[in-house]
């Protein structure tokens, strides 16, 4: 029997309003979305498809996939756990979700 999970996995993305809209908007939006991280001009976080087609049909935000949850987490996971390594990396994350 094959993983539902699988068949839906969570992505990390990252979330821009569309032009007229604003952060402020997507975050009272009753979606359920697990926000990651917040900037002044987007949102990381976890969603699942469903989540993720209702943004795009409702044209609220744009839509940038990142990695599944499953894919970041096993990343994160097979990172050094020296504490200079863990500042650079923590750095490096930050970068590449703000992209």
């Known amino acids: 029997m094959a993983n539902t999970k699988d068949q839906n996995p969570r ?3 990252r979330l821009r309003p569309m032009p007229g809209s ?22 990381v976080v976890a969603a ?9 049909r409702r044209r609220l935000a744009s839509v940038e996939r990142l990695y599944t ?3 970041f987490v096993s990343e994160f996971e097979s990172r050094p756990r020296d504490q200079n390594d863990a500042e650079d990396t923590k750095e490096s994350d930050e970068e590449e979700l703000q992209g």
């Not at 604003?22 to 949102?43: A, F, N």
């Not at 699942?48 to 795009?56: A, F, K, N, V």
């Open 11 to 13: 992505w990390v993305v």
């Open 22 to 43: 604003d952060i402020e908007s997507l975050l009272q939006t009753p979606l359920g979305l697990d926000v990651w991280t917040r900037y002044p001009d987007m949102l």
């Open 48 to 56: 699942t498809e469903g989540q993720i087609g209702e943004l795009e």
């Open 69 to 71: 949850v499953e894919e």
